[in-house]
């Protein structure tokens, strides 16, 4: 069992950005996926990036990608969103998820959920 922690969430206006966190108590945080999920009020839980373990390499999904950066420190096991450019339809509770398995987009191949992050985009 793992413990994962998001901060970083905040109110701002279009076009700003914000860095999200996500600590994990993982003792061997290498060897996890870590993925990056957000739900707004009323809809699904809809996937935003995922990062490999070990190479690092990272997949996008079509409305972040270009401002959307996700980036690890194994050292720290910590993971980073750095959100640019941000927009309205971005309002979410964004939620880091981790799981040993390789990389998906679906919410039901993580095992282990932070508590999220409320990001809140006025226009």
């Known amino acids: 069992q793992i413990r994962l922690a998001e901060s970083g969430g905040g109110l701002v206006q279009a076009g700003d950005s914000l860095r999200l966190s996500c600590v994990s108590s993982?003792?061997?945080?290498?060897?996890?996926?870590m993925g990056w999920f957000r739900q707004a009020p009323g809809k699904e839980r809809e996937f935003v990036a995922h990062?490999?373990?070990?190479?690092?390499?990272?997949y996008y999904s079509d409305f972040v990608k270009g401002r959307f950066t996700l980036s690890r420190d194994n050292a720290e096991n910590t993971v980073y969103l750095q959100m640019n450019s941000l927009k309205p339809e971005d309002t979410a509770v964004y939620y880091c998820?981790?799981?040993?398995?390789?990389?998906?987009?679906?919410?039901?191949?993580?095992?282990?959920w932070g508590q999220g992050t409320q990001v809140t985009v006025s226009s």
């Open positions: 998820a981790a799981d040993l398995r390789s990389p998906t987009n679906s919410p039901d191949e993580y095992t282990y």
């Open positions: 990062i490999r373990g070990s190479s690092g390499l990272t």
């Open positions: 993982a003792r061997t945080f290498g060897h996890y996926t």
